[in-house]
């Protein structure tokens, strides 16, 4: 076997990139083309198929808690590994049979190896590009977010095509599993060297971090009621019945470009100003289906919505990383609790309205609303900063 250190920054990136396919594509993410046959095979109510959405994000959150209390860079790496092989095992726990229990089990379980992916991944390969001397972005590492979407819709397409039921579905998600946690072995980023005291002194003030976490528990609202509802949401639509798959697949199309459009304009134009355009045009996304019926009106929609929330994620975590640069891994994980604590109250929240009125309309101008404070919050950042440079 090769040494890590012999690794490219390109086989560190590539790593990284399927280990989100892994631990948030199929772990997480493939739970939203599967909803609609659980819900008609499985007999899985609205407000349950939120709650278990909300459950993943509880051990998202956890997994969060636990990334922000590890300094120790060898366990960071040791438990980054560890998460991605209990994303393949979550994964395959959800067709063993039809039980909530177990169900939840498996999306806990889906959630701390989504954190794994996301935060210790992250901090693993923003790390290991910034001792290469390369840029300090995230944007090739996050298009596994938009790739983990592609790879969850055609998949999902793929076993609608061979009629394969909802468990099916799973085992089929099971089988692209086991050759991205391959890669993801075999490409690791190495175990980072000790932190100097120089570096591991470098940190946010404590009022930027808490704009920013609040800021980012806006992002986590409106990402997570898409990202668990979407399909769902054009299905019931009568004119768009069956179309559902194809709003998810142009979701994760947008996001696996756009990471690099977004790292481009927070060059030009600075990363407040690139997050206050993706959390106005993720507005957008949120209003335009509810304004119009249309496939149209669907897809564009999707389209935004992909293009965005890849945006307001790698930007706020690069941000934050680059200035925690002795541990960039557990500041994002601190901004990332706000963000799980959205995630495990917004899809429950949202559920059991869909439930109660029979549509999901009003749980998404909910998020609207939650989005335009966020973009309030980043116009207090750029404020702030603007102050603290003159």
């Not at 790698?314 to 891994?329: D, Y």
């Not at 604590?341 to 998020?367: E, I, K």
């Amino acid at each position: 076997m090769r040494s890590a250190d012999s690794l490219h920054p390109w086989q560190v990136s590539a790593g990284g990139v399927a280990g989100l396919i892994l631990s948030i594509g199929l772990a997480r993410f493939a739970y939203t083309p599967v909803l609609p046959l659980m819900q008609h095979q499985a007999g899985l109510g609205d407000a349950m198929g939120g709650t278990l959405a909300a459950v993943n994000y509880a051990g998202y959150m956890s997994g969060a808690v636990l990334a922000a209390l590890i300094d120790d860079p060898r366990w960071r790496s040791r438990l980054y590994f560890w998460g991605m092989l209990l994303g393949l095992v979550a994964t395959a726990m959800m067709p063993l049979a039809p039980n909530l229990a177990l169900w939840a089990l498996s999306r806990y379980l889906g959630g701390l190896s989504g954190a794994a992916g996301m935060l210790l991944g992250s901090g693993l390969v923003l790390g290991f590009l910034m001792r290469a001397g390369r840029r300090p972005e995230l944007g090739v590492h996050f298009m596994g977010l938009g790739l983990g979407i592609v790879v969850s819709a055609i998949g999902a397409m793929a076993m609608d095509s061979l009629a394969l039921d909802w468990a099916g579905h799973w085992w089929g998600f099971v089988v692209i599993g086991v050759p991205l946690l391959a890669i993801t072995w075999w490409w690791r980023p190495p175990v980072p060297p000790p932190v100097a005291a120089s570096l591991a002194a470098g940190a946010p003030s404590t009022r930027w971090m808490r704009w920013m976490i609040a800021g980012y528990f806006c992002a986590g609202w409106g990402f997570v009621i898409s990202a668990t509802f979407i399909v769902t949401i054009v299905e019931r639509q009568p004119l768009l019945h069956g179309q559902g798959p194809w709003a998810w697949l142009l979701v994760g199309l947008s996001a696996t470009p756009a990471v690099f459009l977004w790292d481009r304009v927070a060059r030009r134009f600075g990363d407040l100003n690139a997050l206050l355009a993706a959390f106005a045009l993720q507005i957008v996304s949120v209003v335009l289906p509810m304004l119009s019926g249309s496939l149209a009106a669907a897809l564009t929609g999707a389209l935004l919505y992909g293009a965005t929330f890849i945006g307001l994620v790698s930007l706020t975590l690069a941000l934050v990383g680059r200035r925690s640069p002795g541990n960039p891994g557990k500041a994002m994980a601190r901004l990332t609790l706000s963000y799980g604590v959205a995630q495990v109250t917004a899809p429950a929240l949202a559920g059991a309205m869909a439930q109660a009125s029979g549509s999901y309309r009003a749980s998404l101008w909910l998020t609207a609303a939650v989005l335009t404070i966020g973009m309030l919050i980043m116009l207090r950042l750029r404020r702030l900063e603007a102050r603290c440079d003159a």
